[in-house]
């Protein structure tokens, strides 16, 4: 029987894998200099978890079960924030604020798989929990942007679309929103990328804007301003007072002070439709807007509370390693083969043939081994060691040390890999040359 990997999940062979870590480590440096430390959770929730976050509507994009003869309904984690917030509210009362955690679990939706989605993913999230004001949010957006900065992106590459979900409110309710149709409205911002200008259009009409207000509306969801000017010009676009921004120009000052200026622009157009977000909301984009989104993410400050602890205030975000990797792959931040990425042996040991040669080659090598080095050993003897010296070069190894007869007199032959030179050694000399 032949077998090939679910639909949407992928196999990390050794290449594959060294990429994707590439990926994690810049995510975990990022983290862990901000000062945000690791957690995890359980692969699987109770279902409730997630409905009592999302509704019941989340059920179908679950990958969901009943284990037999059991009674609870559980689910594969879609995503890390209920987790997050059941852990915070399970211990309130003994974790010091704030609480900056970070994560690298792996996800799975029961969607159906495109560019940049797939039902097993990796994410990056980050949460910063007990602090609130625009410092903190500009700081949890530092985090994101210093990630990207360790991959090789910048300014000129993508584009953090910041948006405030109250300041959007107070826009769609002075342009006739009623206060019950809020949400709708917050719900086609979401979705105006992905349906055609007509759509929108009668779908902004049916939420009660019309004629001249309709017009404002769509100028200012679709007008982007760098943080280089003063996000006024929304409300000049929308016909609206400046004060109804206020909170957009107070994040204009803490992402300056925060040294993020180039890297942000203002649109009100990103809402981020998952109704528990509260405030500050952000959308990381590759800058052609050729693919999703890289990250997302805002303020929650009630969702610790849905879940049985305290009111407490929250930012965070999540990136998926998807849509980066393909990000990376065409700015050419990835190699294309990963092997490059591999660790670089120490030294590959090769035993020439010869019985003395062949017995002192374990024990050279846990030697070196014990050292701290990193060594990798032939597992076949020959006298042709041209093929041998082959395979220590496809896995890129500094050195290669060839054990023969003179062995018995302490001797071992090294060859450097990258010069081509090779010379004679006493064994005991080796390891430091070995460590320089």
Known sequence: MKFQAPKGTRDFYPAEMAVRRRIERAWRDASI???FDEVDGPTFE?????TAKSGEGIVNELFS???AGGEDDYALRPEFTPTLARMVAARAAQLPMPVKWF???NFFRAERPQRGRLREFFQWNVDLLGAEGPAVD????GVAVSSLERLGLTAKDVRVKISHRVAAAKLVRALGVAEDKVAGA???LDRRDKMAPDEFTQRAAALGLGGDALARFEG????RVPMSEDPAKLAAVAGIPAEDLAELAALRGAI???GLAEWCEFDLGIVRGLAYYTGTVFEIHEASGGERAIAGGGRYDGLVELFGGPKTPAMGFGMGDVVLGLVLADRGLLPKDGAELLPRPDAFVISGGDPAAEAELPRLVAALRKAGLHVRHSYKATRNVGKLLGDASKQRSRFAVILGAEIAQGSVQVKDLASGEQRAMAVGDLLPMLLR
Do not use: N, S
């Open 33 to 35: 200099a901000f000062g």
């Open 46 to 50: 109770h279902l409730e978890l997630y």
């Open 65 to 67: 079960f009943r284990r």
């Open 103 to 105: 994560a690298v679990p």
């Open 138 to 141: 500009a700081e949890v957006i």
């Open 186 to 188: 917050f719900e086609l």
């Open 220 to 223: 200012a969801v679709r007008t």
């Open 256 to 258: 300056a002070a925060a």
